[in-house]
Nanobody, 119 residues
Framework: QVQLVESGGGLVQPGGSLRLSCAAS????????MSWYRQAPGKQRELVAT???????SYADSVRGRFTISRDYAKNTAYLQMNSLKPEDTAVYYC?????????????RGQGTQVTVSS
């Protein structure tokens, strides 16, 4: 069974930092991209950041310069370092990845982790 498990969410004050982790497990032969999305109550899902198999990264305008996505290829894990957090960053953060399992590429999503930015 292939799965993604996020961790690292929590409550933080404005201006603070958090680091999210997304660990892929199971019989995975390769991973293309890994991404972080977020969804706040009453808002549409937003693509926050993506990192490709080659290490290229992209960010939403709303987080560029504050968030950094990285990847540990040996551990099949992606990270999202979030600095200078704002109340509008409050959301459930989901990890997505395109992974090869059983000879077929498919997209997987984690269960999500809550990030709350509040004083």
């Amino acid at each position: 069974q292939v799965q993604l498990v996020e961790s690292g969410g929590g409550l933080v004050q404005p201006g603070g930092s958090l680091r999210l982790s997304c660990a892929a497990s199971g019989s995975i032969s390769s991973i293309n991209f890994m991404s972080w999305y977020r969804q706040a109550p009453g808002k549409q899902r937003e693509l926050v950041a993506t990192i490709t198999s080659g290490g290229s990264t992209s960010y939403a305008d709303s987080v560029r310069g504050r968030f950094t996505i990285s990847r540990d290829y040996a551990k099949n894990t992606a990270y999202l370092q979030m600095n200078s957090l704002k109340p509008e960053d409050t959301a459930v953060y989901y990890c997505y990845a395109e992974m090869r399992h059983g000879g077929v590429f498919d997209r997987y999503r984690g269960q999500g982790t809550q990030v709350t930015v509040s004083s």
